[in-house]
């Protein structure tokens, strides 16, 4: 079955820094994979996903991410953050035509002012 | 505007005490699913719908009932909840079943039981 990693729990980056999230993913082929990102008090928003084609993607807001198949992991990336930025931030793993879309446990982000 | 409508947002029950939490989507959407949110562990699923009538299990499906009735609504039933169904729950739908569709989620219901 495939499976979703991301080892941080917590980041806090102070705003205007850069950001880098992890994610690492377990699967025999090229899976579907996103970023979703979940406000305080809201549901989870799509930020971007990847299908395949540039292995680099750009999504809402700025954030940005890298499909490396060698390291199997999907790495979202803020040049600078906002304090608006601060949510929790989800991976998820797809595959066509498959229910089996599996989370990340999640990477909440603090903004330091 | 396109959206999944979830209610209650929030709450507080007792242990034993039958309750729905109301799912809707206006997106015409043949797919739904229910998800709950623990802190450590993401989102797991409960149970998923491919359409009307067609319901099945999702990984941690004990103590909970679903029904599509009608392509929009996705109740989500806890016959007799208990303290580990504490949690925050997800609705989310999209367009068909596929691991490449986005997916579109409800604001989120919080539930307690005591």
């Known amino acids: 079955a495939q499976s979703v990693t991301q080892p941080d729990i917590h980041i806090t980056v102070s705003e205007g820094a850069s950001l880098e999230l992890r994610c690492n993913y377990s699967y025999g082929a090229t899976p579907y994979l996103f970023w979703y990102v979940q406000s305080p008090g809201q549901g989870l928003q799509l930020l971007l996903k990847?299908?395949?084609?540039?292995?680099l993607v750009q999504g809402i807001k700025g954030f940005e991410a890298e499909f490396k198949r060698s390291q199997s992991s999907f790495n979202l990336r803020k040049p600078s953050v906002h304090w608006s930025d601060a949510a929790e931030y989800f991976c998820a793993v797809g595959r066509y035509n498959n229910n089996d879309m599996r989370f990340g446990a999640g990477t909440r982000l603090t903004v330091k002012p | 505007e396109a959206q999944v409508t979830q209610n209650p947002r929030y709450l507080i029950t007792v242990t034993g005490k039958k309750l729905t939490v109301t799912c809707s989507q206006n997106m015409n959407h043949e797919y739904m699913s229910w998800y709950r949110q623990d802190p450590g562990l993401g989102l797991r699923q409960i149970y998923y719908s491919m359409n009307v009538e067609v319901t099945d299990k999702g990984d941690v499906p004990e103590g909970y009932k679903v029904s599509r009735k009608e392509k929009r609504n996705f109740p989500l039933i806890l016959e007799s909840p208990s303290p580990n169904q504490t949690s925050l729950y997800f609705c989310a739908s999209s367009p068909q079943l596929s691991g490449a569709n986005v997916l579109t989620f409800g604001a989120g219901s919080r539930l307690t039981v005591l």
């Open positions: 990847y299908f395949s084609g540039d292995t």
